[in-house]
């Protein structure tokens, strides 16, 4: 006996799809597995009114658990914000699912259906239609009612099809309309057989000889039957092209807390699909066997008069449509934005995993991306107490920390130093090759690739460890101990066993020292106790920081260094706990346009998500993160979230990446207005969102 499997079927957006190239393919890609289809099949969505009640518990919860009196502030403005929201607007669950006779790997078509259908599947058991008992009542109407205790249990009714005009559907048309009527209801679109090819053309043969008989003894025009005809001519042609024939009926459940608005709602669906299909409400034993359409039982078990109508693939693939009208879907986590045309919240929750979930932010300046992570980095820390460390290059870092009575560390050339020296990392091997890569930055060379650059190297090496032996324990090395890089200088220009190693010591520290010490350029950054307090200094749990570089604007090598020494403090904290936390890079080219940096923030991206804590890397352009190594951080970050790109499109063409964007997609993102972006979670799906936010952001942040 052939197995049955139930998959659950994310919705997508179809808005992302909107054109007709867009909806073209979609059909295309939508017939293309339907033509596959063997055994018998069924498309189920369930349509269910939602609200933000659990987000407004969960945030209760937060602020009475909290000690932190900003915190439970800001949970206050937010719980207050949805509040307004659930009051302002009525949204809607839905969810999708295909039953399959199939004695194939479930695996396997969860993946076939996932690559059909552009969007996560999983194998799964439905959801049931009602809850408790019910029977079946004739008056005022046929309907099924709770029995029992009612508790609040709606009515239902059960609409079938019983005649179609397909050729006339589109993916917007008749079924999205009865998604948008905002009350509870069912639809199962049922395919109890498939046609192998030499047997549609026969049965479509048939109906167009038993019409040409009926009109060859019709006295006058029969304009229906003459389109009937013309119907089944192209169907024959799209058969003849490769599409399947199939049998389909199509069943609506609809519910009501009373049966006056049941009637209201019964006459509402039937009208609504007047113009496409024809719908009977079920009445009797008939009713009570309608309901099983919502299950997983065969249509000969459910034993309905047969008013299947013959379709092709083409055609069906129409009738798919709920697929793409995502709607309000989860709670769960922090809002990112309000969907573009459903007006929908989005909530996503990065945190589920163990590990942390990186992300790559881009957008041309102007168009909401410091906006947005203020609001994004504000929420986290609300809702659910993970700090953060905000890196940026032009000083509106300066915003964010006076909203939150923050400790704003702006970093100069003048005012600041930070040592080269200074151990941010556990092992020795670790800290000499750090401190090595920044000493390559400020040579402006790497220190391998030749004979005597490696030499140059291994000499540096022995001076750093040298002077680290002296400690017995590497992490007791406080700033106020830590070699200055006047010493690093002293004791390498005195290594060599030989003349010649001598003198290739001495020119590195001479080379070095005409850099970073006396009156050399960055001998007042580089050469003396660090002034910054990056330390944990014993605290258990580290607030928010904000560092701004613009003060370091016309000195890249600076500027690269100071980047590269506060991220290092932070990954050698990440390393002590796992207590999550958000670390927001801006402008993150200016590292990874040194070689020497790169390298470190690609381990230091590798290491912070074991240790939860996520790298949110900005930039204005995506290819930025795309050539070279770079490429490495860029693959460590599942979430893309894109601003306007209208420069560099071309990498969202070619490449691979982004093979699953189509045209509508690009054309999106070239002409994003301000404060709209596409955010793309690898497996879970693609939003169009506008950035949303509650009058206490904007008051906040109304300058960014």
Request: charged fraction near 25%; glycine fraction near 6%; aromatic fraction near 10%.
């Amino acid at each position: 006996m052939t197995s049955v499997r139930t998959f659950l079927i994310e919705p997508f957006d179809i808005m992302l799809h909107a054109t007709e190239e867009g909806v073209s393919a979609l059909q295309a890609r939508f017939s293309t597995w339907l033509r596959t289809l063997s055994g018998e099949a069924r498309f189920l969505c369930w349509q269910m009114p939602a609200t933000l009640d659990a987000k407004i518990a969960a945030l209760d919860q937060a602020e009475i658990q909290t000690d932190d009196e900003q915190r439970r502030d800001l949970l206050i403005e937010y719980r207050r914000e949805y509040e307004r929201m659930n009051a302002g607007a009525e949204y809607q669950r839905a969810l999708c699912g295909m039953v399959l006779w199939n004695d194939q790997n479930p695996r396997a078509i969860a993946g076939g259906l996932s690559s059909a259908f552009d969007t996560p599947v999983t194998e799964g058991a439905f959801p049931a239609l009602f809850e408790g008992q019910y029977e079946l009542r004739d008056r005022p109407f046929w309907h099924l009612a709770p029995s029992g205790r009612p508790g609040g249990r709606p009515y239902w009714a059960v609409l079938t099809s019983y005649e179609f005009a397909p050729a006339t559907w589109n993916f917007f048309r008749p079924l999205p309309p009865l998604l948008r009527l905002n009350f509870p209801l069912a639809l199962a679109v049922d395919i109890p057989k498939t046609y192998d090819r030499n047997a549609a053309i026969d049965a479509i043969e048939s109906i167009i000889q038993a019409y040409q008989v009926h009109l060859a003894g019709v006295r006058g025009e029969d304009s229906r039957s003459v389109q009937r005809v013309a119907d089944c001519r192209r169907a024959l042609q799209e058969i003849n092209n490769g599409d399947a024939l199939h049998l389909v009926q199509v069943a609506v459940a609809v519910a009501a807390d009373d049966l006056e608005t049941l009637k209201e709602r019964v006459a509402a669906v039937i009208n609504e699909t007047r113009a496409w299909f024809s719908l009977r409400q079920e009445v009797g034993e008939l009713l009570s066997r309608a309901v099983e359409f919502f299950t997983a039982h065969r249509t000969k078990d459910i034993n309905l008069p047969t008013t299947t109508w013959p379709v092709t693939s083409r055609e069906l693939a129409l009738m798919l449509a709920p697929l793409g009208y995502r709607k309000l879907s989860t709670t769960d986590g922090v809002l990112r934005g309000e969907a573009v045309g459903g007006a929908y919240p989005v909530f996503h929750n990065s945190w589920r995993d163990k590990r942390a979930t990186h992300e790559v932010w881009v957008g041309q300046s102007g168009y909401g991306k410091t906006f947005a992570l203020n609001c994004y980095l504000t929420r986290e820390y609300a809702e659910n107490g993970i700090s953060f460390d905000f890196l940026e290059p032009m000083g509106h870092g300066r915003h964010i920390a006076d909203a939150f009575g923050l400790p704003w560390y702006v970093l100069s050339a003048k005012a600041t130093k930070l040592n080269p020296q200074d151990v941010m990392f556990p092992t020795l091997l670790e800290q000499v090759s750090h401190t090595t890569r920044l000493y390559e930055t400020v040579l402006g060379r790497q220190l391998s690739g030749g004979q005597r650059e490696n030499l140059e190297r291994g000499l540096l090496g022995e001076a750093l460890e040298t002077l680290y032996r002296g400690f017995p324990d590497l992490s007791q090395v406080t700033p106020d101990l830590a070699p200055t890089c006047e010493t690093v200088c002293d004791v390498l220009s005195n290594l060599g066993a030989k003349p010649a190693m001598q003198g290739i010591a001495r020119d590195l520290a001479d080379e070095i020292a005409g850099l970073c010490t006396g009156s050399g350029p960055w001998s007042a950054f580089l050469n003396g106790t660090t002034n910054v307090d990056l330390t944990r200094g014993g605290r258990g749990w580290i607030s928010p920081r904000v560092f701004s570089f613009h003060e370091l604007e016309g000195d890249p090598i600076l500027q690269a260094l100071a980047y590269t020494q506060v991220l290092s403090a932070i990954r050698r904290d990440s390393l002590i706990d796992e207590q999550p936390r958000i670390i927001a890079v801006d402008e993150v080219y200016r590292l990874m346009r040194h070689p020497s940096l790169l390298d470190f923030l690609i381990e230091a991206a590798k290491t912070f998500r074991t240790r939860r804590s996520k790298l949110i890397s900005v930039d204005q352009q995506m290819s930025v993160f795309l050539e070279g190594k770079a490429r490495l951080i860029f693959e460590n970050c599942p979430i893309r979230v894109i601003f306007s790109q209208r420069q560099g499109m071309n990498v969202f063409r070619d490449d691979a990446a982004f093979a699953h964007f189509n045209q509508q997609h690009r054309d999106i993102i070239a002409q994003l207005p301000r404060f709209h972006f596409v955010l793309d979670i690898q497996e879970e799906g693609l939003f169009y969102l506008f950035g949303k936010s509650s009058p206490g952001e904007l008051a906040r942040f109304r300058t960014t």
